[in-house]
DNA sequence: TATAATAGGATTGTCGACAAAAATCTTTCT
DNA sequence: AGAAAGATTTTTGTCGACAATCCTATTATA
């Protein structure tokens, strides 16, 4: 049921398949932090003219992935400590609203699909050769609450969020080998999401997104200078 | 020191200033919500090309003020209880968040800074005439934790919120008689961030906010059909 | 050599026009 | 009158070109 996604036939307008060849760009790491984009040469390149560009540039900047300075160009967001800090500081605020907002909306489908979710991500992870598809899987996890909420404004923050969650993923996973996500670390995120203690979910959230953040943050401990100092490059 | 906010000479691009013009015309609610809003029209009207104007559109949109419908239109939002029940649940946890980030950074400038922002909005409130003003002052006090926090993915969200909360406050005057914000309502809230005890602060935060939310939910418990049922015109 | 003026390049912002897609209105036929 | 077919309108997407702005490198001058 959630297997059978069939690529669509083609976007229809050429923002969008300038986004849908970007985005994956990005959050794998093929463009890596820093580099560079000439409006003119990613125009000619994809034969596409300046005006859709700009426009799908623009929805990359507001999600973070790219960022714009002002009469220097856009380039690929840098990553570091920090940021990463943030997105986890607040990614435990939102995730922390979700389930307390959808925790009496857990029914058995639901519950069932959360499974499903799991057991897909499971999969993925043992099979362990297409390592963007179990990062996400791990994020379509993660959306669950989220969706489950039915809170609009939180599920547009989450998805803000998403893609710059998974560019750290795939940064740390072409640094070091190329394990995933642990197969073992979102059982007890599953115990606790299907159980009845809200604040002992509430409390393993801080858990799970601290091991999570640590393991993600030894990225920066080796090769901090390699990513964090280096500047925008001159061309 | 924070009142000569003299507008500047003139905003460079256009988009700029389309954005500083339709800004407050719809936080201040004298764009009704679903009004639609024409491209074209405004165009020539405002006697600009579609193209920065596309480019204000689309940023009033991102923020939530402007909603559009595939091939429809774009119309000012629609307001209701459900839409303010998000958006305080989710201010409520970013507010939080800020304080527990802001914490440890308040020194005396700091403290001196947020009493001066609870003393620029009492002065406002007191001389009663100017309730656009005192709106954005009580949005400008809680603005002082987020900044403070030095969270820039936390204070992006919340530049996201605040137009909407605006909109909400300036709705919510027009309908009962032009009391802002009263005026005792922030003592608590300035004592609380000023003292020790973080978890009293968080949770005064709860009460603030549902008190908050409250009072401004009484213009749905009115006039619900007149504001929440109105479909978009059709002309 | 150091500083200031200047020329060049790159990027963003803006414009007007056209094409495509969807919705709405009108007409026509049964 | 009701439904289907077509025409009109509105919105969106796209294009190419130009102007304005800012950065950078070069050159000229003291």
Redesign the interface.
């Known amino acids: 049921m959630s297997n059978l996604d069939l690529s669509p036939v083609v976007d229809q307008t050429i923002r969008k398949q300038i986004l849908t060849r970007l985005m994956p760009l990005i959050v794998s790491g093929k463009l890596e932090p820093g580099q560079r984009l000439r409006e003119q040469d990613l125009a000619r390149h994809l034969g596409v003219s300046r005006a859709p560009l700009r426009e799908a540039i623009?929805d990359l900047v507001?999600v973070?992935l790219l960022v714009s300075v002002p009469y220097k160009g856009v380039h690929v967001r840098l990553t570091g400590r920090k940021d990463l800090e943030?997105?986890y500081?607040?990614r435990v605020?939102?995730e922390?609203?979700a389930f307390r907002?959808c925790w009496n909306k857990r029914d058995l489908a639901a519950l069932a699909d959360l499974q499903a979710r799991n057991q897909a991500l499971s999969d993925t992870i043992q099979q362990g050769s297409d390592g963007t598809r179990a990062i996400e899987q791990e994020l379509h996890l993660h959306s669950w609450c989220f969706e489950l909420s039915g809170?609009?404004?939180?599920l547009q923050?989450w998805d803000r969020m998403k893609p710059n969650l998974h560019l750290y993923f795939s940064l740390h996973q072409h640094a070091h080998g190329r394990q995933g996500p642990l197969r073992q670390a979102h059982d007890a995120y599953l115990a606790f999401a299907s159980g009845d203690d809200l604040s002992a979910m509430l409390s393993h959230l801080v858990d799970h997104m601290r091991q999570g953040l640590e393991t993600t943050q030894k990225l920066f401990d080796e090769d901090e200078a390699a990513l964090e100092i280096k500047k925008v490059p001159g061309s």
């Open positions: 623009r507001d973070g943030e997105i500081s607040l605020a939102l922390q609203l907002e809170h609009s404004l939180l923050a």
